[in-house]
């Protein structure tokens, strides 16, 4: 019998570990590493707020998401839909369900039951995963990668990387495999954060009162831009999907001018008329705080937030309190880093590769995940690019190492 085609799969996040199961379902004996002491730890952190895996929207609009990379990631994410990765979640034992706006969870809110099942059964498919081994180098397309001080190549007839983007570093991906691309001559977009939180500058007793505390059912507007939703107080700002959703902008409002501000509607179910005239009714002996939850019931992160945002809030009229209450401006004093995105944009250029995912300066090495120059809002998108280019570069890689080329 012939032997199996080897497959070296570098990175133990969704896009290795699909890229991996996908090699080998095509009967090829496959090989992860990573550097970490344990697989997909940004997995399991993702888990720790929901796992929000994919969106239930139309196709259309979902892939429209992606921005510039929508028809790039299009076959990809046909190939491997939202559907599939529902079916994909079942078949791990792990129920999922449509939450509030379409964003699709599995039933446990978390990731360690899913990625259990799923390393399981990658075992019994009989892949290798070796932890505490990193990718330093390449020699030819194969790469070396180092255990504890130990030098090797792996022998590999195809190699997938899948060694994530540049955002929270300490989880693994740190990006370092930037420079030895580069080194290669692949083209590379620049690391910049995405989906970020805002750094405000708290004073210190709203900080000790508010900190970790949701500001609820709230709109948040930036230049032009207004995301409904629920944001959380942190010790330097704001994180949370509609802050994550403005961070773009503010970021270029930043660079451009220097300062940025965001404006948050606290009542975005009442009109601004409407809170005058209940405002108007407020009893004298109440403090400013109690007024206000009895008049338009407005919480105390809420009162807080106004008076972060004009210090002298409490002698205001009713009319220009219910202008304050529609449009509560922060001071940004910068967005959140690398190291505390959520993901980051930049990474492999489409053009340095061929439609299998192959990097066209070197035959046999192939890409996949959020190393890719794409990149998304939250809601599940990431991780649905992620473990969709995955499979797909897990496939070419067999293919290739077949000495099949589909690919163009
Ligand atoms: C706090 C947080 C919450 C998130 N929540 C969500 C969410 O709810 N929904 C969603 O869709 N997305 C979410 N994401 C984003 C999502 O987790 C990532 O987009 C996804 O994990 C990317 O998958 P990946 O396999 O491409 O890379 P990663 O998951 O980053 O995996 C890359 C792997 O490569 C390894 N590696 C790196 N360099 C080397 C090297 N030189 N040698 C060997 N191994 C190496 C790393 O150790 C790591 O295990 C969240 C991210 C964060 C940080």
New binding site residues.
Partial sequence: MAPKPRIAV???????LMAAETAARENCAVTI????PS?????L??G??????THSEPFERFVARYGPAADWLRPMLKSFSPTDMREFCEALGVGTFVGTSGRVFPTAMKASPLLRAWLARLATLGVELRTR????DFDGGAPI?ETNGRRETIAADATVL????A??PR????G??ARLLEQRGVALAPFRPSNCGLDIAWSEPFRQKFEGLPIKTARFRHAGKSVAGEAVITRSGLEGGPVYALSAEVAATLREKGSAAIMIDLKPDMSESALAARLAQRRGKDSFANSLRKAIGLSPVAVGLLRESDTQVATRDPAALATLVKTCALSVVATAGLERA??SAGGVLREALDDGLMLRKTPGLFV????LDWDAP?G?????A?IAT?RWAGAAAANHARGINIAG
């Fill in positions: 570098i990175g133990a996040g969704p896009a290795g590493c990573d550097a970490m697989p997909a730890r940004k997995f952190m993702a720790r707020s929901g796992l929000n895996i081994t990193r990718l330093v990668v899948a060694l994530g983007g955002s929270w989880l693994g991906s740190d370092g495999w959520i993901s996949a995940g959020e190393m939250t599940g998108y990431l991780l649905q992620s995955g």
